[in-house]
C-alpha cells in the first residue's frame, strides 16, 4: 500500500451513523408519502434525495471546503426530502446556500491566517446582503414587473378568436421550467375577453399534497387590450409570488404578424432581491411564454 493511499481519508463510524439516520428518515417520509397517496411522486422526491445524502455521508472530506460542501449538500438534500413537491423551492435557493456556507468557510481561514486580527470587522459587513427580509433588514423593492412580447404569424383578428377562446394545458417547452421542475397548471377552464369572464389555472396535488388553483378574472377591455385582476391564488406558486394585476395587448405588425405583449405586476415573496429578484424575473417571464403557447399563440 502507498504512503498517498494510508492519507486517504476513510469511513469512520460517525459516516456510517450518519448515513443510517439518514436512510431511516428517509424510509419515514417514503411510507408516510405512500400512505398518502403520492406514491408516483415517492421515488423522485424521497428515495432519490435519500439515496443521495446517504452516499454522501458515506464519503468523507479531504478538505474544508470538501466537508462543507458534503454537509451542505445533504441538508438541502433532506430539505428536498422534507417538501416534497416543494423541493423546487430547494433547487432555486441552492445556489445562494452554496455561496453563503463556502463563502463563511473561506472567511473563517481568512480571519484565521490574517496578520490583522481587527480584520473581524468585515463579517457584519459581508453578512448585511443576506439581511433582507428577515424582520432586521427593509425589503428592497418587492413590487415587481414582468412583460413578454412575441410576434406571431397570424393576423390581429385570428389572435383576437385565440384569446377569447381562452388557454389550453400544453406540454411545456420553455428549458428553464422543464430543468427546475417549476409547477406548470395541468388543468385550465374559462373563456372569453369581455368585463367578468374568469380564467382558471389548476395544479395539479392531492388532498394531502401542493396543489390548488389560480383564478383571473377580466378586470377591462378595450380594442386590443384585456387585463386581468386576481380573484383567488390558492397555487403552489403564492409561496413565491403574489399576483397583482395583468395586461394582454396586441396589435397588427403588418396583415399576416401580430405582436402580442403580456405584462404582469407582482410582488416577490422571497429575499434577498438581489438573487431572487433577477431569478423570479426569468422565471415568470418563461412562464408567461407558456401561457401564450396555451393559447396557441407560437
Not at 435519500?50 to 451542505?72: K, S
Not at 435557493?93 to 484565521?112: D, E
Not at 403564492?238 to 405584462?263: M, N, Q, S
Amino acid at each position: 500500500m502507498s504512503e498517498q493511499d494510508d492519507q486517504r481519508p476513510r469511513r469512520t463510524t460517525a459516516n456510517w451513523v450518519l448515513a443510517g439516520l439518514i436512510t431511516a428518515f428517509g424510509l419515514l417520509v417514503f411510507t408516510a408519502a405512500v400512505r398518502a397517496g403520492r406514491a408516483d411522486s415517492a421515488l423522485l422526491f424521497v428515495a432519490l434525495p435519500v439515496v443521495l445524502a446517504a452516499a454522501l455521508a458515506l464519503t468523507p472530506g479531504r478538505t474544508t471546503h470538501g466537508r462543507v460542501f458534503v454537509i451542505t449538500t445533504i441538508c438541502l438534500l433532506l430539505a428536498a426530502v422534507a417538501l416534497h413537491e416543494g423541493a423546487v423551492c430547494v433547487v432555486l435557493a441552492a445556489p445562494l446556500v452554496y455561496l453563503a456556507s463556502h463563502g463563511t468557510t473561506a472567511l473563517i481561514h481568512a480571519l484565521r491566517n490574517a496578520s490583522r486580527p481587527y480584520a473581524i470587522i468585515a463579517v457584519p459587513l459581508l453578512l448585511l446582503p443576506g439581511l433582507e427580509g428577515s424582520g432586521i433588514a427593509p425589503r428592497v423593492d418587492p413590487e415587481q414587473s414582468v412583460e413578454v412580447v412575441r410576434v406571431v404569424a397570424l393576423p390581429a383578428d385570428q389572435v383576437a378568436e385565440r384569446l377569447t377562446a381562452g388557454p389550453h394545458p400544453v406540454p411545456v417547452r420553455s428549458t428553464p421550467l422543464r430543468m427546475l421542475g417549476v409547477p406548470t397548471p395541468g388543468h385550465v377552464s374559462g373563456d372569453g375577453l369581455a368585463v367578468g369572464d374568469r380564467w382558471a389555472f389548476g395544479y395539479h396535488g392531492s388532498a394531502h399534497g401542493p396543489g390548488g388553483h389560480l383564478l383571473a378574472e377580466v378586470e377591462s377591455a378595450g380594442p386590443e387590450r384585456v387585463a386581468f385582476r386576481f380573484v383567488e391564488d390558492t397555487s403552489i406558486t403564492a409561496r413565491w409570488f403574489t399576483w397583482r394585476h395583468a395586461e394582454l395587448r396586441w396589435r397588427a405588425v403588418d396583415p399576416g404578424h401580430t405582436e402580442i405583449t403580456v405584462t404582469v405586476d407582482y410582488r416577490r415573496g422571497l429575499d434577498p432581491s438581489w438573487y431572487f429578484g433577477p431569478l423570479q424575473q426569468l422565471l415568470l417571464g418563461a412562464g408567461l411564454g407558456h401561457l401564450l403557447d396555451m393559447m396557441a399563440l407560437r
